[in-house]
């Protein structure tokens, strides 16, 4: 989709929820999109700070309700801890929970409208899904064979800093690996961590601790690279498990900046944050790299066995294949139901 033409960030495109029976209290609904802005003169990338709680010159979405009484509410969802990279494709994704107000009698229109970004820019939206989480954790975690599941995850963009993780799985997972769409990121097994580990392949830090973990005695993957990752970067990881398997599939990351956002990318999808409490696993730096080297805490989060999946249906927005551009400019225009939306 395309939007252009907008007076502030209000402008964008919009489409009815028409299950509305579907809103519960209490579920929970993944919003996500792709999104790029762009100067409507210069053709140039867009700046934005998703980290500004209040921010609006970045994608959001603002979710309208209306009742029959003529009550109606705006809510906005924001995304915090989205990577921005201004000239590439951007991954958005917010948690909607439905409460009581927004629901009940005389609901009328459960309206999702996704706009955001500063006067003059143009916002390219593509990839919109609007799934019920409990979905969207089967269609990531997916079992192919009573015994061989498949995890598929999303890195945030990484540009100028450092993405600091691994993977790790319990005793009772007999085999394990993982690939990227990106071909300098590949991932390295570990039978066997005692003591410490390289904490990729191209770098001199080490990974310790490992053994007092929901991990010990398992596989460890560790990635060939911590530097650089373009936006758009997926990591496959497949793993076979014993039928009465009680082991955990864990995601060890830097708590600090070097995290660039993967935990909370972790925890949307199910995974349990143990944060630092496995207080001897860390991250360590030689003395003569920068900063004088020392010692810093990893988090752990795991995704427990009863976690994995089963098959469930999807519920996304109506007409999910659709045109990769509407000229947002023909307020008339429908494409597949979607309609674009002015502030005025």
Same mark, same amino acid.
């Given at each position: 989709?395309?939007?252009?033409d907008? =007076?502030?960030?209000?402008?964008?495109?919009? $489409?009815?929820?028409?299950?509305?029976?579907? !809103?519960?209290?209490?579920?929970?609904?993944?919003?996500?999109?792709?999104?790029?802005l762009?100067?409507?003169?210069t053709?140039?990338?867009?700046?934005? =700070?998703?980290?500004?709680?209040? %921010?609006? =010159?970045?994608? #959001?979405?603002?979710l $309208? &309700?209306?009742?029959?009484?003529?009550?109606?509410?705006?809510?906005i969802?924001?995304?915090n801890?989205?990577?921005?990279?201004?000239?590439?494709?951007?991954?958005?994704?917010?948690?909607?929970?439905?409460?009581?107000?927004? &629901?009940?009698?005389g609901?009328?229109?459960?309206r999702p409208i996704?706009?955001?970004?500063?006067?003059?820019s +143009?916002?390219?939206?593509d =990839?919109? *899904?609007?799934?019920?989480?409990?979905?969207?954790?089967?269609?990531?975690v &997916?079992q192919?064979?009573?015994?061989?599941?498949?995890?598929?995850?999303?890195l945030?963009f990484?540009?100028?800093?450092e993405?600091?993780?691994? #993977?790790?799985f319990?005793?009772?997972i +007999?085999e394990?690996?993982?690939s990227?769409?990106?071909?300098?990121?590949? %991932?390295?097994p570990f039978?066997? %961590?005692e003591?410490?580990?390289?904490?990729?392949?191209?770098?001199?830090?080490t990974?310790?601790?490992?053994?007092?973990?929901?991990?010990?005695?398992?596989?460890?993957?560790?990635? @060939?690279?911590?530097?650089?990752?373009?936006a758009?970067?997926t990591v496959?990881?497949?793993?076979?498990?014993?039928?009465?398997? @009680?082991?955990?599939?864990?995601?060890?990351?830097?708590?600090?900046?070097? @995290?660039?956002? !993967?935990?909370?990318?972790l925890?949307?999808?199910?995974?349990?944050?143990?944060?630092?409490?496995?207080?001897? !696993?860390?991250?360590?730096?030689?003395?003569?790299? %920068?900063?004088?080297?020392g010692?810093?805490?990893?988090?752990? #989060?795991?995704?427990e066995?009863?976690?994995?999946? *089963?098959?469930?249906?999807? $519920?996304?927005?109506?007409?999910?294949v659709?045109?990769?551009v509407?000229?947002?400019?023909?307020?008339k225009?429908?494409?597949?139901?979607? $309609?674009?939306?002015?502030?005025?």
């Amino acid at each position: 989709f395309k939007v252009d033409d907008r =007076d502030d960030w209000q402008g964008g495109m919009f $489409r009815d929820i028409k299950a509305l029976s579907c !809103l519960t209290e209490g579920s929970k609904w993944r919003v996500s999109f792709k999104a790029k802005l762009y100067d409507e003169i210069t053709n140039e990338g867009v700046k934005c =700070d998703p980290s500004n709680k209040e %921010y609006t =010159d970045c994608p #959001l979405v603002k979710l $309208r &309700i209306v009742k029959s009484t003529g009550d109606k509410q705006n809510i906005i969802f924001r995304d915090n801890y989205m990577a921005w990279d201004p000239e590439g494709w951007n991954q958005f994704e917010s948690i909607v929970e439905i409460t009581p107000d927004m &629901i009940g009698d005389g609901l009328k229109s459960f309206r999702p409208i996704f706009a955001g970004g500063p006067d003059g820019s +143009i916002l390219l939206l593509d =990839d919109i *899904s609007w799934m019920s989480e409990d979905a969207f954790q089967a269609d990531n975690v &997916i079992q192919e064979s009573p015994s061989q599941m498949r995890l598929n995850l999303e890195l945030p963009f990484v540009s100028d800093t450092e993405l600091v993780h691994g #993977l790790c799985f319990g005793n009772d997972i +007999i085999e394990a690996t993982a690939s990227s769409n990106y071909e300098n990121l590949t %991932y390295t097994p570990f039978a066997s %961590y005692e003591g410490s580990v390289p904490a990729c392949d191209d770098c001199k830090q080490t990974i310790s601790g490992l053994e007092a973990t929901p991990c010990e005695g398992g596989t460890l993957l560790t990635p @060939s690279t911590i530097g650089t990752a373009p936006a758009g970067t997926t990591v496959d990881v497949s793993f076979v498990h014993a039928s009465t398997s @009680s082991s955990n599939v864990c995601m060890f990351v830097e708590t600090g900046s070097h @995290s660039n956002g !993967l935990i909370e990318v972790l925890e949307r999808m199910g995974f349990i944050n143990y944060g630092t409490s496995f207080e001897d !696993l860390k991250w360590s730096v030689d003395a003569d790299m %920068y900063g004088g080297g020392g010692e810093y805490p990893l988090a752990m #989060l795991c995704l427990e066995p009863e976690d994995f999946g *089963s098959a469930m249906s999807q $519920r996304r927005l109506e007409d999910s294949v659709i045109p990769d551009v509407v000229n947002g400019n023909v307020k008339k225009k429908t494409v597949s139901g979607w $309609r674009p939306f002015r502030s005025k």
